[in-house]
């Protein structure tokens, strides 16, 4: 978890890669949607450009066939979901069917500000529609009113790592190999 461009799908790739399991990014499953034009897609790209959240009946049953895929048999890491409470409950009900278990919540931590930077940057690269100055200062609202107080949530559960998401790539993923406890591949 974490503001909108703390960098969750960077480092998801990489930590999921370690564990040999798939990283799972909603955003990346609603982008692929939208640009194969499915009706997913379709019912996806008005939220996204505004900068709010997916409903969560549609983004929930899209994670629910996801991790029913055999990939997702030994394990897998979510990237960008659960972002609502409703998804929070939704995801207990999916995993107590499938049998696996949340070991740990990762979060990475970022200033507003550089963030809306390393955003708009990201912009001239990936070109996403999203990346807007005024998307994504609606997009670090809806985060801090509706995902971030799921923090607190999992904190109760004991399973929340705080980790610094500012600085290099390869420093970030480190602490949370640190947090995590496991020892990096060279
Ligand atoms: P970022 O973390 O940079 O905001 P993502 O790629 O994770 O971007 O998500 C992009 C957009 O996809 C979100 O702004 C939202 O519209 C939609 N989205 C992604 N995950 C979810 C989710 N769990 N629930 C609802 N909408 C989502």
């Known amino acids: 978890m974490g503001p909108p461009g703390a960098g969750k799908g960077t480092q998801a790739k990489v930590v999921a890669e370690h564990f040999g399991i798939p990283a799972i990014s909603t955003g990346d499953i609603f982008r692929f949607n939208v640009s194969e034009g499915t009706p997913l897609g379709k019912k996806a790209q008005e939220y ?3 900068g709010e959240y997916v409903p969560d009946e549609v983004t929930n049953l899209m994670v629910r066939n996801r991790i029913d895929e055999p990939d997702a048999e ?3 890491l979510l990237d960008g979901y659960p972002r609502t409470l409703a998804q929070v409950e939704e995801l207990d009900g ?3 069917f499938t049998g696996h278990r949340l070991d740990a919540v990762v979060v990475l931590t970022a200033d507003q500000d550089e963030l809306v930077d390393r955003l708009l940057q990201r912009a001239q690269v990936e070109g996403r529609t999203d990346d807007t100055e005024e998307v994504i200062r609606r997009r670090q609202e809806v985060y ?7 923090i607190e949530v999992y904190r109760q559960r004991g399973i929340v790592h705080e980790i610094d998401g500012m600085g290099a790539i390869d420093d ?3 602490r949370i190999y640190d ?3 496991v020892v990096p591949q060279s």
């Not at 801090?144 to 799921?150: D, F, I, R, Y």
């Open 144 to 150: 801090g009113e509706q995902t971030k107080p799921l």
């Open 179 to 181: 947090a995590l406890d």
């Open 48 to 50: 996204m450009d505004a």
């Open 172 to 174: 970030v993923t480190k």
């Open 74 to 76: 030994p394990g897998f």
């Open 94 to 96: 999916m995993i107590a």
